[in-house]
């Protein structure tokens, strides 16, 4: 199975720095600056910062196709923070989301063969065990369960353990810890719409409101606003078949 990726990236961010030089290139959009700034206090706190900023720079691609490379290095300096802490809980995170973009263009085969998103799911897990009270894994979790559903079917739904119901139930316990991050409502109606978006209309389009609804902070939450209203728009106006192909092409 592959699996896509939830946008975790505008979570609490640590200011390991006292200066908010690294907060601000992030929030105004300059990932890579933001990346930078962080390498240069090679601590967890900071190496995780900078694979959260790649992520950030490789999602915002307007053809939805994270660059290799991106990714790639971001998944390096999620790794370097955990080869200093082995459960640091950011770090853990953002190698899932990096696994996971990885994981996302590949057959279902392909990903399978690579372990990216079992490898994903695991750390996701480990996180929720650590940090149950974390709405960002949760909204991982929930876009998980309904990838799975859609990619597998029933059938390898079941053999995985995946489930509308399940999914739901994190994205309601996501929201009820963060109500108003943009970010966990769009990907969760965006996977929900990929998956029915007839089924699920009342419930997608709920979701989609309340992301465009949300009071953002930073160039990254504007752009899942953004993201909302184009597939907002495509509900409207596209058959439901192409409606659920803008969907899954989505971030």
């Not at 720079?57 to 939805?64: F, G, I, R, V």
């Not at 990096?98 to 996180?127: C, F, H, I, Q």
Request: aromatic share 6%; with cysteine; charged share 25%.
């Amino acid at each position: 199975m592959r699996y896509v990726l939830i946008a975790l990236l505008v979570s609490a961010m640590p200011a390991f720095a006292e200066d908010q030089a690294h907060l601000n290139a992030f929030d105004e959009g300059r990932y890579e600056d933001a990346a930078a700034i962080a390498e240069t206090q090679p601590t967890p706190d900071a190496l995780a910062f900078a694979a959260r900023s790649l992520l950030a720079e490789a999602m915002s691609n307007s053809d939805y196709e994270p660059p290799l490379s991106l990714l790639n290095a971001a998944e390096t300096k999620a790794r370097d923070a955990l080869a200093i802490a082995p459960e640091h809980i950011e770090a853990r995170l953002q190698l899932a989301i990096a696994l996971s973009l990885k994981a996302r263009p590949l057959s279902n085969r392909e990903g399978m063969r690579t372990g990216y998103g079992k490898d994903a799911k695991s750390l996701a897990d480990g996180v929720l065990e650590d940090d149950p009270e974390n709405s960002y894994v949760h909204g991982f979790l929930a876009v998980w369960h309904l990838e799975v559903r859609r990619r597998g079917g029933s059938i390898g739904a079941s053999v995985m353990g995946a489930s509308v119901r399940k999914g739901r139930e994190h994205y309601q316990r996501a929201i009820a810890i963060e109500p108003g991050d943009a970010s966990l409502h769009w990907q969760y109606a965006r996977a929900l719409a990929a998956l029915n978006s007839k089924k699920y209309k009342n419930e997608i389009l709920e979701a989609l409101n309340h992301a465009i609804e949300c009071e953002t902070d930073s160039t990254l939450e504007n752009v899942m606003k953004e993201r909302a209203r184009i597939l907002l728009t495509a509900l409207e106006t596209k058959s439901r078949k192409n409606a659920e192909r803008v969907a899954a092409q989505m971030l």
